[in-house]
């Protein structure tokens, strides 16, 4: 026994540094081996639809955790880091992500952006409508605020794609898609749009259909703007044909003789019955100021300008009025302002002011002093029948 400690006293000094060259060359060897075990098990699931996808490796011990998009695809993915070659157990932290029920995506557009939002089936089906949404909205900034979820109809990303082409024509406004169910609001961007909007709805697949269709037409603006300094006439906004066109230039050439006839009309669906009808006699009255602006929106009429004497108001008034077409509904507000030259030379002199101008003054006018307006007040009515009042 004496011998044995005497023998072993000899070698149980290397023990040590032994111990200590084993933990370095186990914890060397340990982390190259969980790395690539890390790499093969990432590689066996390239194929598998996932997301938030994690692995761990600790020794030989593979911890995975992702969301799945149906239960047979989250065993499935289990089942394949099971099989990688060296991994000896598989802690199981996979799920499936939430189901949205009823499945609600939409996209709404504002001044500056246009936001997609609500559920989506894949990540590849997000990513899809982002760049769907960024390549055919022209620079327009898009924000995804979509979430990932189950329970998505078939063919959701048709029919998302087909919507997205729709939010391009719109000003503003929302398009939501509720299940199969698609609800629209909004102002179409052009003359026409809304109108092809409901012609695109039509290509909706089997099963789909529109539950609400809110989305309005913007204004539809004729503009005539008289300008004594260029000697023009310039003509903007919209027409209803080409042959309204023709008949509204042509018949601008007869009553503004003296000016040159400017024409950046456009033809356009929209028009309210009669717009030809109300432009005409409202483009005479214009022709009967120094300087002035005709615009008709939709079934309103807004004329202003500045007129030489005070009784061309009367005049423009009887004469407007008349001529309007008769029997359509909605208020029409023609704005005359009318600024007389006589009127500011009386007050300038201090003379008595004529008959005339106290006639006017008795009528309604409202006469400032030099440099001032006239502002004559016409009698209400409607659209298409009588010219409204001037406002006060």
Known sequence: MHGLFRWSSKWWPGVIPL???WAIAAWTS???????????????????VLDKRRIVVAGRDVTFAADAFSEDGRLSAVASVEAVPGVRLVNDETRLVPEAKPFVW????????????????????????????????GGVEVADRMNLSRGAPQRFDNVALLLLDQIGKLKDGKITLSDTKVSLSGMARELGGREAIAAALKNLPEGYSVAANDIKAPPYIFQAYKDPVAVTLTLSGYVPDN?????????????????????????????????????????????RLSTGTLVVTDREVKLS????????????RAGLGKDFPQGRDGAALPECQYRSRRAHRYRRRGSRQPGAFREARAGGHRLSGPGGTAREPLHAGRLWQHAARCRQ
Not at 305 to 316: M, N, P
């Open 19 to 21: 111990v200590i060259f």
């Open 106 to 137: 939409s996209a709404e557009r504002d001044v500056v952006r246009v936001t997609l939002g609500g559920s989506s089936p894949l990540p590849s089906s997000k990513a899809k409508l982002t760049e769907a949404a960024r390549a055919g909205l």
């Open 243 to 287: 042959n309204v066109h023709a008949a509204l230039v042509a018949a601008a050439g007869r009553k503004f003789f003296s000016e040159k006839v400017v024409d950046n009309l456009k033809a356009s669906i929209g028009a309210p019955t009669g717009f030809a009808a109300a432009v005409v006699p409202a483009l005479g009255a214009l022709s």
């Open 305 to 316: 300008g500045d007129a030489l004497y005070e009784a061309a108001a009367g005049q423009i």
């Open 30 to 48: 340990t982390e190259p081996l969980e790395a690539d075990l890390a790499q093969r098990s990432t590689a066996a699931l390239k194929d598998t």
